[in-house]
């Protein structure tokens, strides 16, 4: 088993389903997209709800019957592919927010207050 620090993008909801899981689950073919490198998982954070984008930091346990590769996928080139028949175990660590049209991104840290933040823009 290993641990790697990786991001995913992905929308206000999905990312507290993520927390209250502590997990990730695989899609239909078994496979977990994520990627080493924040900026570039952004493309598929679009929340229009809370009117934002999100990517997450996420410390991710790879068991020993996973197969993990790098590779490019469209708009990240950084891609990690983990196959895995169960759930991937995660802790989400930071959430990092950009506003439309802002130059700054936002970081927010730790679960009690990414569950906060997320709670408070979905109203």
Do not use: C, W
Not at 14 to 39: E, Y
């Amino acid at each position: 088993m290993s641990t790697r620090d990786l991001f995913h993008g992905a929308n206000g909801d999905n990312i507290l389903q993520i927390m209250s899981q502590n997990a990730m689950k695989p899609d239909s073919q078994g496979r977990v997209f994520l990627s080493t490198h924040r900026d570039s998982v952004f493309m598929h954070g679009g929340d229009p709800k809370r009117k934002a984008t999100f990517a997450i930091k996420l410390s991710v346990t790879i068991p020993q019957s996973a197969n993990s590769k790098d590779a490019v996928t469209p708009g990240v080139n950084n891609t990690v592919i983990i196959t895995t028949k169960s759930p991937l175990k995660v802790q989400v660590l930071e959430l990092y927010v950009r506003e439309p049209r802002a130059t700054a991104i936002q970081t927010v840290k730790g679960a009690s207050e990414i569950k906060k933040y997320l709670t408070a823009r979905k109203q």
